[in-house]
């Protein structure tokens, strides 16, 4: 039995339904909703998709999502960001919503994910070794673990906490306000600010 829907219509929602969170049904409102749209609004996300890999870098030190050509990124470089001050994040996305609230004046480091055996991701696939480096080369007083209060973000906290047992750095964790099992990322605010306010040492 043939497609009712045109063949190009039935792609454009395959591969919109591949998306995460996106269904059969918010799939084919999206495709709709482009098709009855002006084609440069299509044209405008086809781009911008294309040019996603080829223009998004990644910071060598901090592991940030920078700009193809950046050599590292800008909330390093900057000589006004605290370099002994460091969060550390699961995900760059993460960064975004802290550096809303306005709070904090240092450095990321991004993770990368969270320690998983199950899924395999253990300490060598993290950017671990690269954070315990950056300590001793910026020689950082503070870290911040601003990862989510689950068993996967408690096992890394944890595992670092452990990596640093030597080391006079203050280990601080985000504090009340999050919910447990809250993604940073999708923290409002005025929540993440109360958190960094009250952070713990750990």
Known sequence: MSSILPKA????IESMQSL??????????????LLRSNPSKAQKIADSLKNLHDDVGQCPVTFMLIDTGQDVSPLYSDERRDKQQVVIVEDAFDIV??????????????????????????????????LLGRIKADKVTEIILAISS???GDSTAHYIQSQLTKSKVAI???????????????????????????RQAV
């Open 150 to 152: 689950s068993v996967e």
């Open 97 to 130: 919503a802290i550096e809303k609230t306005g709070l904090f004046r240092g450095t990321y480091h991004v993770l990368g994910g969270l320690l998983s055996p199950i899924d395999g991701i253990d300490a060598g696939t993290l950017h671990i070794p690269e």
């Open 9 to 12: 219509l039935e792609s454009a």
């Open 172 to 198: 601080t964790r985000l504090a009340r306000g999050l919910p447990i099992g809250l993604d940073i990322e999708y923290a409002d605010h005025v929540t993440l600010s109360r958190a960094f306010e009250g």
């Open 20 to 33: 995460p969170g996106v269904g059969q049904r918010s799939a084919e409102r999206y495709a709709a909703h």
